[in-house]
């Protein structure tokens, strides 16, 4: 199994960013998927997950950030707008509830 986040960066407050998840070892398609976020000294935290006909989002990224998946594609994507300082973290992808196995993440810097 492998979870490829990628598409963090740098950008300003109220800018915005798209996440790619590529995942290979399963079918994303046939489980329920999420994003999550972790910042150094903190737990690692849900931001949104979709499931069959379900979208669910932390009420902090409630109508900026939109979840989707192409099932040909095996991938998950995170699409991020007016982003704020406090979106900073690394991003991970994986299953929900989460497989025991991480990928590295992708680092989003928002600056003030």
């Known amino acids: 199994v492998q979870l490829q986040a990628s598409g963090g960066g740098l950008v300003q407050a109220g800018g915005s960013l798209t996440l790619s998840c590529v995942v290979s070892?399963?079918?994303?398609?046939?489980?329920?998927m999420a994003w999550y976020r972790q910042t150094p000294g903190n737990e690692r935290e849900l931001v949104a997950e979709?499931?069959?006909?379900?979208?669910a989002y932390a009420d902090s990224v409630k109508g900026r950030f939109t979840i989707s998946r192409h099932a040909m594609e095996n991938t998950m994507y995170l699409y991020m707008n007016n982003l704020k300082p406090e979106d900073t973290a690394v991003y991970y992808c994986?299953?929900?509830?989460?497989?025991?196995?991480w990928g590295q993440g992708t680092h989003v810097t928002v600056s003030s």
């Open positions: 994986n299953q929900r509830p989460a497989l025991s196995i």
């Open positions: 070892g399963f079918t994303a398609a046939y489980y329920p």
């Open positions: 979709i499931s069959t006909g379900r979208t």
